[in-house]
Nanobody
Framework: QVQLVESGGGLVQAGGSLRLSCVAS????????MEWHRQAPGKQRELVAA???????FYGVSVKGRFTISRDIAKNTVYLQMNDLKPEDTAVYYC???????????WGQGTQVTVSS
């Protein structure tokens, strides 16, 4: 199993930036993809961005061009640089992984991001 700990959230004004971090531990040797998800109040959790072990990236339509996902393999850490934040980006942000076996890690506590208008 993979354990995940997110950090870096906070309160920011619209147009501001935040950088989220997520450290993975446990069975990390076969991670194929690292992802950031978010869940706003009353909404389903959605995939925001992903990065594969080969460096390919994916972004949700609503964040493309504003968010950047990156990965430090040596530190078992994935980052999400969020620029030009909007009130609709307000959510709890979670990271997760997908292993070569198609399994997911244990969801962490997430980190709250609040964007004021």
């Amino acid at each position: 199993q993979v354990q995940l700990v997110e950090s870096g959230g906070g309160l920011v004004q619209a147009g501001g930036s935040l950088r989220l971090s997520c450290v993975a531990s446990g069975s990390i040797f076969n991670i194929q993809r690292m992802e950031w998800h978010r869940q706003a109040p009353g909404k389903q959790r959605e995939l925001v961005a992903a990065v594969t072990s080969g460096g390919s990236t994916f972004y949700g339509v609503s964040v493309k061009g504003r968010f950047t996902i990156s990965r430090d393999i040596a530190k078992n850490t994935v980052y999400l640089q969020m620029n030009d934040l909007k009130p609709e980006d307000t959510a709890v942000y979670y990271c997760n992984v997908v292993t070569l076996d198609g399994l997911r890690g244990n969801w962490g506590q997430g980190t709250q991001v609040t964007v004021s208008s």
